[in-house]
């Protein structure tokens, strides 16, 4: 089992939907979580990060966790075209990344 | 601008050479880490300083590779030998403490022929 595990995707949504991302991770004493944006060929973007239970709202982004079930999201409303990129889950200090999961925004 | 920086952004070289890049974090960050990403992968650690102190270097981390981070600034990240699996995105990030926020320069992007 991966350490983090996320949908490669594409996930494809239309302009102005909710984008739902999903990440699961194994290690069960993790504390900090973080959700990143990737835009192809460039380096990783800090958009989100979450310690505790429950949600948290940035903007159009909010991220939810729920350790118990070791499991955390990204909700991207009314979704851009600009939001087209790969979104990374990452868990930890170390920052233990999944694959990413890539959003496509039809517009 | 105070962000992460990283030179060289781009580095060719051929089969048996040796490679330096280099990472400056941002000013007030004590934790400097690198990592390496290959397409379609996430970023893979490597390992991480707190100021001079190397506190941990990954088990797939071939003895080629050697990180040094002299007076707790910037930091060194040498690949001896390279190989053509050593090509990839070398990414360096920052932060104030474990467990905080890490933010990440540009990336060296290392072609080895």
């Known amino acids: 089992q991966k350490e983090v595990e996320q949908n490669s995707g594409p996930l494809s949504v239309p302009e102005g939907a909710i984008a739902s991302l999903n990440c699961t991770y194994s290690?069960?004493?993790?504390?900090?979580f973080f959700w990143y944006r990737q835009y192809s060929g460039k380096s990783p973007e800090l958009i989100m990060s979450?310690?505790?239970?429950g949600d948290k709202e940035d903007g159009r982004f909010t991220a939810q966790l729920n350790k118990a079930s070791q499991y955390v999201s990204l909700l991207i409303r009314d979704s851009q075209p600009s939001d087209s990129a790969t979104y990374l889950c990452?868990?930890?200090?170390?920052?233990?990344f999944g694959t990413g999961t890539k959003l496509q925004v039809i517009p | 601008d105070t962000g992460v920086s990283q030179d060289p952004r781009h580095k060719i070289t051929k089969r048996g050479q040796n490679v330096t890049f280099r990472c400056d974090p941002i000013?007030?960050?004590?934790?400097l880490y690198w990592y390496r990403q290959t397409l379609g992968q996430g970023p893979e650690f490597l390992t991480y300083?707190?100021?001079?102190?190397?506190?941990?270097k990954s088990r797939l981390l071939s003895d080629r590779f050697s990180a040094e981070r002299p007076k707790g600034s910037f930091s060194t990240l040498e690949i001896q030998r390279t190989e053509q699996g050593d090509s990839a995105m070398y990414l360096c990030?920052?932060?104030?403490?474990?467990?905080?926020?890490?933010?990440f320069g540009p990336g060296t992007r290392l072609t080895v022929l």
């Open positions: 979450i310690y505790s239970n």
């Open positions: 290690d069960r004493v993790s504390q900090s």
């Open positions: 300083f707190q100021n001079e102190a190397q506190l941990e």
């Open positions: 000013s007030e960050h004590n934790r």
């Open positions: 990030a920052s932060s104030t403490t474990e467990g905080d926020e890490q933010f």
């Open positions: 990452a868990v930890n200090a170390k920052v233990t």
